[in-house]
């Protein structure tokens, strides 16, 4: 072993040793709990059950691609999936666009007491998703809600509301977290970019607009795919709705298809949906991340 | 206070005063129709959990017949009572469960994720890029697409439903490793580390004596960020265990939930443990407040 002259191990042996220490346990839970299952996933998905006659056991053997056959022929999980991404494509842009301009506001000289509207806004993101699926299942009911004006006339748990009676659950829990990475952005800007604006007249809008929001755009592209991330995972609200409404199915979305379809149990078939639906998040996000950084870099 | 109050007051002293030529009639306006967005915003935000506070303290009779978002007779610990006398108080345990599940998995995860991240910031090694990177890639994978083969996998070796089949998942959090390495980067000085080795001071000692002071506010805000991502996750449980005295409080409530319309009575209990289980998560948000804004200020923006 390479030593100094005090006789200690030398600065690369101990780093290394340093090294060990900082990473394996981290490196050793990533392998076991991310890397191994999502192998695990993959080689699952590439089973298939197959029966001597129609009374033998049931052997699982090599069926290569069968499984993917099966999930792209599969009407009911891409419906859900389209369902998700409808979801996404509105709900996202709203959640987020109010999250911009409660951050803009909030960074403005316009309002006092802002300290207190960031955590006011921010509390939601305290309730957990079931606990707050629980609670808006209350607040939507004809007859138990503070709001049975409204909720007698139109009712948000029929087939037709009830995604965006889901979509209100998810933009209530999730504004105030993502305004509050948005504002931390705002932050960051130096104040001396705004006082040539303010030195040529501009006022807080225009300021805003083209000095805040361009500035933005990074926080907005990170909350923009945490957010898709989010969407296509949907599963505690509409599997808590279920107990508010029949008009949310066991395929209502990606995950609670994989659920229903691994409790028939059909393993290979909901491993392989579980592999589409993680590599469609994945493509989904990074094309999200590179077109907003080609489109800054301009 | 920290960095977040002192910038706060540098901005507003810096602020000028409102331009000439009309500025401040425009501000008058401006200024109403943002209070005015505030209030409704803060009216959305806070009706239902006010709503949920008022139901928690109602007989069962007068949730029903009596106005949802004022008081009526006070039962709140009637309630409380009859939450906790339900099926030997299995409320209890859920909240137990719930906090050892969050409280102890995102204090190791925390301190897991720190050391990794801080070890990628600061020492050079082949490979480190590529580590970085398989580790980002991790905060992309969504967890709920683990939570099947995690099941298969701890059937295979009879381990689900366990507590460690929902404890040890939850120990891994690549958004915290990326998260500390942006942060030891920028707020650990080599020069330190480089002072710190020269007084004699093991690597590993110098990361717990010196480099989590000044990496404080990543590593409450990881730690914040991982316990409220336990305490919500919702999907791994309910594959995972079977056993009602292992499940988190989310879980046990929405069991319930789905109980309500063959026993009515099971409402009131979801409503009273709904308040109670988001209680813990408002007060350790509240009293961190001005750990993790400032640690959201640095991490997810570079």
Redo the contacts between chains.
């Keep these: 072993m390479a030593r100094d002259t005090a006789g200690r191990p030398s600065r690369a042996v101990?780093?290394r040793?340093?090294?060990a220490?900082?990473?394996v346990?981290?490196?050793a839970?990533?392998t076991?709990?991310?890397v191994?299952?999502?192998g695990?996933?993959v080689y699952?998905s590439l089973l298939t059950v197959e029966r001597e006659g129609t009374f033998g056991p049931a052997v699982q053997v090599f069926g290569g691609l069968t499984q993917y056959i099966a999930v792209f022929q599969n009407e009911l999980f891409w419906n859900s999936i389209g369902r998700v991404l409808l979801f996404g494509v509105v709900q996202v842009p709203i959640m987020l666009g109010?999250a911009l301009?409660?951050a803009l506001?909030l960074d403005?000289?316009?309002?006092?007491g802002s300290r207190f509207?960031r955590?006011?806004?921010?509390?939601?993101?305290?309730?957990?998703?079931?606990?707050?699926a629980?609670?808006?299942?209350?607040?939507y009911s004809p007859?138990?809600?503070?709001f049975t004006g409204v909720t007698q006339a139109v009712d948000f748990l029929s087939a037709d509301a009830v995604l965006w009676s889901i979509a209100n659950v998810v933009t209530?829990v999730y504004?105030?977290y993502n305004m509050?990475?948005i504002y931390?952005?705002l932050?960051?800007i130096p104040?001396e970019l705004y006082?040539a604006a303010?030195l040529d007249?501009a006022?807080?809008?225009r300021i805003a607009l083209s000095i805040k929001i361009p500035l933005v755009v990074?926080?907005l592209v990170?909350t923009g795919?945490f957010s898709i991330?989010g969407t296509?995972?949907l599963?505690?609200e509409p599997?808590?709705f279920?107990?508010f409404t029949s008009a949310v199915t066991s395929t209502f979305t990606p995950?609670l298809t994989?659920?229903s379809t691994?409790s028939v149990p059909n393993?290979s078939l909901?491993?392989a949906m579980?592999?589409v639906?993680?590599l469609a998040?994945?493509v989904l996000?990074?094309t999200v991340l590179k077109l907003t950084q080609r489109r800054t870099a301009r | 206070m920290t960095a977040t109050t002192a910038s706060r007051a540098s901005r507003t002293a810096r602020r000028p005063a409102p331009a000439r030529n009309g500025g401040i009639r425009e501000s008058a306006v401006s200024r109403t129709i943002a209070m005015a967005v505030m209030v409704v915003a803060t009216l959305y935000f806070l009706t239902p959990i006010w709503w949920l506070l008022v139901a928690s303290t109602k007989t069962r009779a007068d949730f029903t017949t009596t106005a949802p978002l004022w008081f009526a007779d006070f039962a709140l610990f009637d309630n409380l009572a009859a939450l906790f006398d339900y099926r030997n108080a299995v409320f209890l345990r859920w909240l137990a469960n719930s906090a050892l599940y969050a409280g102890v998995g995102a204090l190791f995860a925390t301190l897991i994720a720190a050391m990794a991240g801080y070890a990628i910031a600061k020492y050079s090694f082949r490979g480190r890029e590529t580590l970085f990177n398989v580790i980002l890639g991790g905060v992309l994978v969504p967890a709920t697409a683990l939570a099947l083969p995690l099941f298969l996998l701890f059937s295979q070796i009879g381990a689900t439903n366990t507590i460690w089949a929902v404890f040890l998942p939850s120990l891994v959090s690549p958004f915290g490793v990326y998260l500390s390495r942006i942060y030891a980067a920028a707020s650990v000085p080599d020069e330190i580390i480089e002072a710190a080795r020269i007084d004699g001071a093991g690597e590993v000692r110098t990361f717990f004596t010196v480099a989590t002071r000044m990496m404080a506010p990543a590593l409450v805000t990881i730690f914040l960020f991982q316990f409220v991502a336990i305490w919500n996750n919702f999907f791994l449980p309910l594959i995972m265990l079977r056993d009602e005295s292992l499940f988190p409080v989310t879980l046990g409530l929405y069991v319930w939930n789905t109980q309500v319309s063959q026993i009515p009575d099971i409402r009131a209990l979801v409503i009273i443990g709904s308040l109670l289980s988001i209680i813990p998560l408002i007060i350790t948000f509240l009293g961190l407040q001005r750990f993790w804004q400032s640690g959201l200020a640095s991490g997810g923006l570079k």
């Design positions: 101990r780093h040793a340093a090294l220490v900082f990473l346990p981290f490196g839970l990533f076991l709990f991310y191994i299952p999502i695990y996933a699952q109010l301009i409660l506001l403005s000289p316009l309002v006092r509207f955590l006011a806004f921010f509390a939601p993101y305290a309730v957990p998703s079931v606990i707050a629980i609670m808006w299942g209350f607040l007859n138990l809600s503070p209530w504004v105030g509050l990475i931390s952005a932050l960051a104040q006082e303010r007249g006022g807080q809008l990074p926080a990170l795919i991330i296509l995972q599963l505690a599997q808590v279920q107990s995950n994989i659920y691994a393993i909901a491993a579980s592999v639906l993680a998040t994945f996000s990074f």
